[in-house]
């Protein structure tokens, strides 16, 4: 009797068991690339990160004069429609 049991465990649940093995393998090996290339984008990322401070300057530079120019076009138009 215990001949039968062990037949069937070694027949049929141990490979139902390895084909479930290599399924849970595999989608482990597709998320590992996949943060793998998480990383190198993030780790890509950094580099235009660190021009933030440098390009916020000169986005406050050109607002100021943005605003200058248009102060003293306001103030010329207002002159012309007085």
Do not use: F, Q
């Not at 595999?26 to 990160?49: Q, S, T």
């Amino acid at each position: 009797m215990w001949m039968i049991g062990n037949v069937v465990l070694l027949v049929v649940v141990v490979p139902v068991l390895v084909a479930m093995l290599n399924r849970v393998l595999a989608a482990l090996e597709r998320v590992r690339a996949a943060a793998d290339d998480i990383l190198a984008g993030g780790v890509a990322l950094i580099g235009e990160v660190e021009m933030a401070p440098e390009l916020l300057a000169t986005t406050d530079r050109t607002i100021a004069e943005v605003a200058d120019g248009a102060i003293r076009y306001g103030s010329s138009v207002g002159k012309l429609l007085d």
